[in-house]
């Protein structure tokens, strides 16, 4: 048996893609890439903007096709788009045979059980099973051998007012210490040298079980083998002097943090319930900055907010210019069902937001263009992550990417780089020396 999966959204979907490939080989299923071969094809989606939702319904009609050959086959989607629409979904796609959310991912067993006996197996959840830990019983199938996805925590209590993130992932749930640190060691001993922690928001972890996020920074740290650590996406809010000292503390934490700033007007930033000014952002940098040398920021901006002005939008290029974030992920407004914006008077036209959408990538990319000459004779630490046509492939500790020319025995090593030639998103660099 043959299974292929599809997957969209941010990097808590693909780790739940890892989670999923695991159950699956499990079950004694063999993952392939030609989704014409499989007996399940599974889409992990996203639902945070409606591009995505749109490109689901696409591939089921593509996937449909599958059922002439093999009437056996089974087709699922899961993730947050199955969690916002549930039965609605399979109304509008009835090809759909199976179904769940990230709150249940460890039934998926019995859902294909159920769906192999001929029943529609549609498992959405209103609220997260008591029994949603035993996910963690799964091991990981991983498309990085040296650098691994941790999930410490799920949901959020944050109520901005364009994201749909509460309603399909639930209210914020922090994973134990004592679990986080076993599947670190466990991926330690299989040969990961970095560990990403990720979660909607991380650095919310441990309030709601009485702990702190620069505590699960320390401990994690402390496990011997972990050569790196990033996280991904904090919230600005919860960014405090306590994280950044730890930041600042720990060799292995990486120069190089995702902070959404999502607008630079303090405005927009209320009308979305941020929490934050932009005032109070950018000492937040300054503070990171301060104890982080050499620390580089990436950052999420939405275009074209309901009621967006002009010196609104200026006051976002003001903040980017100020900040020089080394990614942006820039996203037009797009209003989901079930948030307060979708209502919101001002919605801002589509040919607005797409020309301030051109000026804001413009500004960026000039500001990496002025980065990549300040990285040329550099040296940099770079683990090596992939081989191609005798290139070596990895990131810099500020997560740039370089390539060097260099043997493929190297695969899964600190080596130290001087940068040749810095482009805007990548390096061209010549190897100096290993370092482990």
Not at 127 to 153: H, S
Request: glycine letters at 6%; aromatic letters at 8%; hydrophobic letters at 35%.
């Amino acid at each position: 048996m043959k299974f292929f999966i599809k997957t969209f959204g941010c990097q808590m979907n693909f780790n739940d893609s890892e989670r999923i490939k695991g159950i699956l080989h499990s079950l004694g299923y063999e993952q392939t890439n030609n989704y014409e071969e499989a007996d399940l094809i599974l889409i992990n989606t996203c639902t945070i903007r409606e591009k995505p939702d749109q490109k689901v319904y696409s591939y089921l009609g593509e996937y449909k096709k599958i059922k002439e050959k093999n009437p056996k086959a089974l087709i699922g989607v899961c993730g947050c788009l199955a969690q916002r629409m549930g039965w609605e979904l399979v109304k509008k796609a009835p090809v759909v045979d199976i179904m769940f959310s990230s709150y249940n991912i460890h039934q998926l067993p019995e859902l294909i059980q159920q769906a192999q006996a001929g029943y529609k197996a549609i498992a959405i959840l209103e609220n997260p099973p008591e029994d949603e830990d035993k996910l963690w019983e799964y091991p990981t199938v991983r498309d990085n051998q040296y650098c691994a996805y941790v999930t410490v925590m799920k949901g959020c209590d944050k109520n901005c007012t364009y994201c749909v993130v509460p309603k399909t992932r639930g209210r914020q749930r922090s994973r134990s210490l004592e679990s986080i640190l076993s599947e670190v060691k466990y991926l330690i001993d299989d040969g990961v040298k970095e560990i990403h922690l990720l979660g909607q928001n991380v650095t919310a972890w441990g309030q709601d079980i009485g702990m702190h996020f620069s505590e699960l920074l320390y401990r994690v740290a402390e496990v011997d083998g972990v050569e790196r650590i990033r996280f991904t996406t904090g919230h600005p809010k919860d960014m405090d002097e306590k994280i950044a000292k730890a930041i600042g503390e720990i060799p292995q934490v990486c120069e190089h943090i995702h902070m959404p700033v999502q607008a630079g007007s303090n405005r927009i930033l209320k009308l979305m319930d941020r929490g934050y000014t932009k005032e109070e952002y950018l000492e937040k940098i300054q503070m990171l900055r301060e104890y982080k040398k050499g620390i580089t920021f990436s950052t999420d901006v939405i275009v074209g907010f309901p009621t967006e002005t002009e010196e609104d939008f200026e006051e976002t290029i003001d903040l980017i210019k100020t900040v020089k974030f080394e990614q942006l992920f820039s996203f037009k407004f797009s209003p989901r069902p079930q948030t307060p914006a979708y209502s919101m008077e001002g919605q801002v036209e589509d040919e607005i937001k797409t020309a301030r959408m051109e000026r804001l990538l413009n500004v960026q990319k000039a500001i990496l263009s002025e980065i990549a000459k300040g990285y040329e004779g550099t040296y940099q630490e770079v683990l090596i992550e992939g081989w191609e046509n005798g290139k070596l492939i990895g990131r810099t500790r500020t997560n740039r990417w370089a390539n060097v020319e260099g043997p493929k025995e190297l695969l899964g090593k600190t080596v130290l780089v001087q940068v040749v030639k810095a482009h805007p998103y990548s390096l061209d660099c010549k190897l100096v020396s290993v370092l482990s």
